[in-house]
């Protein structure tokens, strides 16, 4: 098996390229992992799909991971790297062999590593595929979080019956008037859906601002 040594990854719940990485991200340093070369749709099935590996590949990767520690080097039970020679990523599994975390790469080293990957040997992995992530490709980690905070604060208006500040978000984002709870909110869920790029700085400005006010 080969591997890749000295890089750094950011596991999280969903790939973030290195430009989307934030600075209070837990970046792992890498000491060395295992690199296991698949064809293309494998690797599409790992990257979009919930994946449960073999127990005879656990195996294989078992405490291959070392990693860099303040107290020194540990190990990571079930980790590695998968490519098919043009994309790159790092995952880690737990015990039962399911896809728990995902991380790219910082551009040089997924350059060198990509570089590595030319030179090794197909592996074939035994798995089954169980139902497709829920894709936000076309949104940024920024833009994720930002839409998350507004169904959160939705959410809480919702919870607090506090319709008076629903009616005046309605009025404020769409220059509509409406008394009715429960539309204002399907529509202002609606064209999140539908106009996202169009209305969500909008309607998270209302939610920041009038958070502040509220706090003086």
Known sequence: MNYIYDIMLNYCDKLYDFYEWNLEDELTH???IPLVKVSSDVLMDFR??????SDDFLQKIYNKTEIF??????????????????????LKLNDKGCVV???????????????????ARHIDILY??????????????EEI???????????RL????????LKYLYLECFNKKEDDESKIVSDIKNKLVTDFDNIYLDIYNFFKLTSIKNSH
């Open 30 to 32: 890498i000491r060395k």
């Open 48 to 53: 979009d799909f919930e994946v449960r590996v």
């Open 69 to 90: 520690g303040k107290q020194g080097i540990r190990v990571s039970k079930y980790s590695f790297l998968i490519s098919d020679g043009k994309d790159i990523f790092a």
């Open 101 to 119: 975390k995902k991380s790219r790469l910082v551009v040089d080293e997924e350059v060198d590593s990509l570089e590595i990957v030319r030179n």
């Open 128 to 141: 089954s595929k169980g139902k497709k992530n829920i894709s936000d490709c076309f949104k940024t980690r």
């Open 145 to 155: 979080k930002k839409e998350d905070y507004i169904y959160s604060e939705l959410d």
């Open 158 to 165: 919702v919870l607090k019956r506090d319709t008076e500040k």
